[in-house]
DNA sequence: GCAGGTTCCTTCGGTCGCTGAACTAACATG
DNA sequence: CATGTTAGTTCAGCGACCGAAGGAACCTGC
């Protein structure tokens, strides 16, 4: 019922030049023999919209294939330095910057240390433009460059205010989006991490080729990215895939948003050590958590019930394809117990959805808030309006 | 990452063409200059499309409305007798065969009851072609006016294939779509009947307008229809929106599908029943029903936390403007303590998005399956290709 | 009853984008 | 070096939208 947007001619230009850059960026190089295959486009359309990209210095030559007997194909691929991304992951104790080349090569990266309970907005925006400027002059790359920042952040963004909550930081409304447009004119995209994460594995992860997946990121926090035909899917006012605060024992463990039997309440970092006994008041949750998954004890067994029960349930609710493990304690979790995680989900879960389902374990590490963030700004660049730009030297 | 499918220049009418036949259909009648405000094309090409579509008699004129001091308005609208859509309701205890009119008015129904447990799919087949051929005789509308069949039914449907998977009926891999085709050649669409009530909610129900919304469906089962961005959602394997049996105990009390804890084993009707301790072999089911929601016993209170509950995760994990509660129990259930329902909801979900959906009940009333079928055809009829056609006479 | 005003609708030329077909380019082979 | 093969380009044609100008159908006031 959503009703779809008057369509023009030139939409027809615009959409089909982001599935070709499209398929260029992630099944390149090709030949535009080879595109036009792959796009469905006729020869003719592939040639003329190449040439554009080819003179807007966003598409390379990529040497050539000798093909048996006839003229050789050119090879064409995304110019991997014809802008570059900036990623921000803005966490409970730090505020990270990250400079990406447009095949996500990391070229500089600075980090701010925040203190407990320190998180006022003009702080972490401070850090945020500071970093942009340090990244920036560390790799040597002059502003112009830049298609863009990513940022992610804790709790939920409205999108297109980019207002946030986060209830973690004390933020209620917090303009970030406003607070830096004051002092940047780089185009900016704010999203929640946990979704950005989510979007770098569905992108360059575990999740490459899925069109229905669910990445879920349990760290102290759990939450979760739905992607439903390709899209991540933002709900009605983008707070859709909070999924840790989805009650799996009606009336059980106390959470720490108020409610009770929450999921983050039992397999949450600090859940999963205070269950087991273990003070959570020095550091080194990392190092305890490992101890206390290796002793397989009876609180293990239960942190694997419960995930597998909360699992089990988005198989059966969202029939995905994929089920993506991510974050630091899942990726823990998952290294040691993936196969019992599997066969608890297999139990609480509907056949027909579970054969069609598999369930991995995310690839990009547990830091990648970051990378995608500036997948955000990738996102965009893919999809931008064939503009009148400055043409590309690198 | 579902890579959109190339554009040519004609993909843009047949997309402009289907926005302006949807808006002529859910808010019509209207004048070419207000379809040129609500659908954004220009003046001129509304002309020449709104031209096509008379031609066709897809659309006829609906009157004249006076313009202060200018030439009158001419309404248009679409023609609720260009063409007929048949809904077919595949329940455990009947098939239900409905005719209706473009404008979803009943022209003719018939009915034809199941023993319990024989649910052959040929007899369940015979009666559908049977009951395509009295509609049709009893309206007196020739076959050749009907846009199609949409039948809902019980279990899982595969896309494409229409086969189906239907515990309830002991279907396992039923070819439902090929049986049929092979006795008519009527353009089958074959669905999920959660789904399809779902979709007639949405369309002409509790749901008009909403672009992110859950139908939940509450009888003997439980089932949800998704609804993300406008449609409706059915995952990789279309079996999403199984809402029933998502656990909310983990280790809670046995249900059917032979797991524990699931939201069917304490909101179905058999479960409230049995948990109020009524015996549910006699028959009477919703008077008893109704008898115990009046008495407003623990279990009934029980029950509204459940389904809070139950509710209260859909409001987190996918964040819609709206719920709507269908289904007999739901409906019951709903009248009798809807206010309720809504505070557990508020109770166990974030405020954020609980602020951001309105709980509802269905309009459509519990029997809406077939009709819900119908819209099946009509979703095709509205975005099909501008094809030569026989010109109605209607 | 008619000139002028107003609003709705249609017609027409212009532009844009895709396509098939013809054509050119660049190689291998014998 | 003639021939064959494959890659890529150019060009005329078609379909779709749009803005602008023109026509249609009404009202008002004199």
Redesign the pocket.
């Known amino acids: 019922m959503a009703r779809p947007e008057?369509?023009?001619?030139?939409d027809?230009?615009r959409g089909?030049?982001a599935m070709l850059l499209r398929t260029l960026y992630f099944d390149g190089p090709a030949?535009?023999?080879?595109l036009s295959g792959l796009t469905?486009?006729?020869?003719?359309?592939?040639?003329?919209?190449?040439?554009g990209l080819l003179g807007d210095g966003i598409v390379v030559e990529a040497g050539?294939v000798?093909?048996?007997?006839?003229?050789?194909?050119?090879l064409l691929r995304v110019n991997p330095l014809y802008g570059y991304a900036i990623g921000v992951d803005v966490a409970e104790t730090h505020v990270r910057v990250e400079l990406f080349d447009l095949e996500m090569h990391q070229r500089a990266k600075v980090e701010y240390a925040l203190r407990p309970a320190r998180h006022e907005p003009e702080l972490v925006a401070m850090h945020i433009l500071a970093g942009i400027e340090v990244v920036l002059s560390d790799a040597g790359i002059p502003a112009e460059r830049v298609l863009g920042v990513g940022i992610g952040v804790p709790g939920i963004v409205e999108r297109g205010t980019d207002v946030i909550h986060a209830k973690a930081f004390g933020w209620n409304g917090v303009p970030m989006g406003a607070l830096l447009r004051a002092s940047t004119s780089l185009p900016l995209y704010v999203d929640n991490g946990a979704k950005a994460m989510g979007q770098a594995e569905l992108w360059f992860g575990s999740g490459r080729g899925a069109a229905n997946a669910v990445i879920v990121l349990i760290g102290a926090g759990v939450g979760a990215t739905v992607v439903a035909d390709g899209a991540t899917f933002h709900g009605v006012s983008s707070s859709a895939g909070e999924w840790g605060h989805t009650k799996i024992v009606a009336g059980g463990r106390p959470c720490r948003c108020g409610g009770r039997g929450c999921l983050e309440a039992y397999i949450g970092a600090e859940a999963i050590l205070e269950r087991a006994g273990v003070s959570t008041q020095k550091a080194g949750w990392q190092e305890e958590l490992t101890r206390v998954l290796a002793s397989r004890s009876s609180v293990v067994e239960e942190t694997v019930e419960y995930l597998g029960v909360g699992l089990a349930n988005l198989v059966n609710l969202l029939n995905p394809e994929r089920i993506i493990i991510g974050g630091w304690v899942g990726l823990l979790l998952g290294e040691a117990l993936l196969p019992e995680i599997r066969d608890v989900v297999a139990a609480n879960s509907l056949a027909q959805p579970y054969a069609a389902s598999s369930i991995v374990l995310g690839r990009l590490g547990p830091d990648a808030v970051a990378l995608g963030a500036a997948t955000l700004v990738i996102e965009e660049f893919l999809n931008a309006t064939p503009a009148a730009r400055v043409p590309a030297t690198g």
């Open positions: 008057r369509r023009t001619v030139r027809v230009r089909n030049r030949s535009r023999n080879d469905g486009l006729s020869a003719a359309t592939v040639s003329t919209m190449t040439g050539q000798d093909s048996d007997g006839g003229r050789p194909r050119v």
